[in-house]
């Protein structure tokens, strides 16, 4: 069985930095991306980023373009999400995922695997 589990989040001050980590237990059979989602208080889930496994091909929300970056690392089969100049309206519980498509990283359909999350806790 699959596990997708995610670590790296904490409590920061705003402006400051996190790297999130998400490793497979084992690469999703047929998962040719994955990406990294997040859900607010009383919020829909929202996408953050995504990438390839084979090129490393990226996608980012607009809202944090320029602030994140995300990247692989296949031997390991590990995904970080590396987070700077964070604002409060980052906080959120932080969900890596695997997709079984390269395309629309941005749908949260095309995810098969999810981790069981990561606080991210951004303070003013």
């Known amino acids: 069985q699959v596990q997708l589990v995610e670590s790296g989040g904490g409590l920061v001050q705003a402006g400051g930095s996190l790297r999130l980590s998400c490793v497979a237990s084992k690469r999703p059979s047929g998962s040719l991306a994955m990406g990294w989602f997040r859900q607010a208080p009383g919020k829909e889930r929202e996408f953050v980023a995504g990438?390839?496994?084979?090129?490393?091909?990226?996608r980012y929300a607009d809202s944090v373009l320029g602030r994140f970056t995300i990247s692989r690392d296949t031997a390991e089969n590990t995904v970080y999400l590396d987070m700077s100049n964070l604002k409060p309206e980052d906080t959120a519980v932080y969900y890596c995922?695997?997709?079984?498509?390269?395309?629309?990283?941005?749908?949260?359909?095309?995810?098969?695997?999810w981790g069981q999350g990561t606080q991210v806790t951004v303070s003013s």
């Open positions: 995922a695997s997709a079984y498509t390269a395309t629309e990283l941005q749908n949260g359909a095309t995810y098969n695997y």
């Open positions: 990438i390839t496994w084979n090129i490393g091909a990226s």
